[in-house]
């Protein structure tokens, strides 16, 4: 993968800015077409951030609102996990997952949760006894649960690897330390980094928390991102 200076002598079709998982997803799916792509990272590998700082779960899709995005993509993503996997060789395990719950006020909200999951489109939910939840778990404590069948479990840092390298054995080309400094809209954009300059006629902003510092070079203010930090405690 590229590590030179900037290509001002090249007019891109599409430049992505950031090098985890939705940018590689996205520079693997415009390789399919016969476009001149490439992907910009302020990091010195693909990965190194959010993407690499997450659960690491394929959600079912009973979490999100109904008639979301989160929801709509959560869902299908979900579905397409297997063929993914497989044709990207990174691992991926349909191991499940459960919700636990003890009381009247759990058992209520999981149904409603239930429900959610429903109206999304999710696939495999059902309400398990304690005794059905002792099977699939032995550890776990509780009366009863929401046993979501097609949730599961990935390395994101290969499956990150594995997209990047498929969107560039097909010829997009990766410029790692090139941090996106400066936009120049014109007859397309001209993005600035301290290695060079970058023109193109079309930018894909995958910045992760950089998103909205990026859409602020580009005109598009007014974002807000807000993030999430979460704790796992093992027992």
């Not at 778990?137 to 990935?154: D, E, N, Q, R």
């Not at 410029?175 to 996106?180: A, L, P």
Request: proline share 1%.
């Amino acid at each position: 993968m590229e590590k030179g200076w900037g290509r001002m002598t090249v007019t891109y079709d599409v430049v992505i800015i950031g090098a985890g998982v939705i940018g590689s997803a996205v520079a693997r799916e415009l390789s399919r077409y016969r476009l001149k792509t490439a992907v910009l990272e302020k990091n010195l590998d693909v990965c190194n951030e959010t993407s690499g700082r997450n659960s690491a779960v394929v959600h079912g899709g009973f979490a999100y609102d109904e008639g979301t995005k989160k929801a709509r993509f959560c869902v299908e993503g979900n579905r397409m996990m297997e063929q993914l996997s497989e044709e990207l060789d990174f691992p991926f395990l349909r191991c499940g997952k459960v919700l636990v719950g003890n009381t009247d006020a759990d058992m209520e909200q999981l149904r409603r949760t239930m429900e959610q999951g429903a109206k999304n489109g999710a696939k495999g939910l059902s309400l398990i006894d304690e005794k059905k939840l002792h099977e699939l778990v032995p550890a776990v404590v509780g009366k009863f649960a929401m046993w979501s069948k097609t949730s599961g479990i990935l390395d994101p840092f290969l499956y990150t690897v594995a997209l990047a390298e498929n969107a560039h054995a097909n010829g997009t080309e990766y410029f790692f330390d090139h941090e996106v400094t400066g936009i120049t809209k014109g007859e397309g954009y001209v993005l600035h980094t301290a290695r060079g300059d970058f023109r193109t006629r079309w930018v894909v902003n995958a910045a992760g928390l950089g998103c909205g510092k990026i859409s602020d070079m580009l005109g598009i203010t007014g974002y807000r991102v807000i993030g999430s930090k979460g704790n796992y405690i093992i027992l």
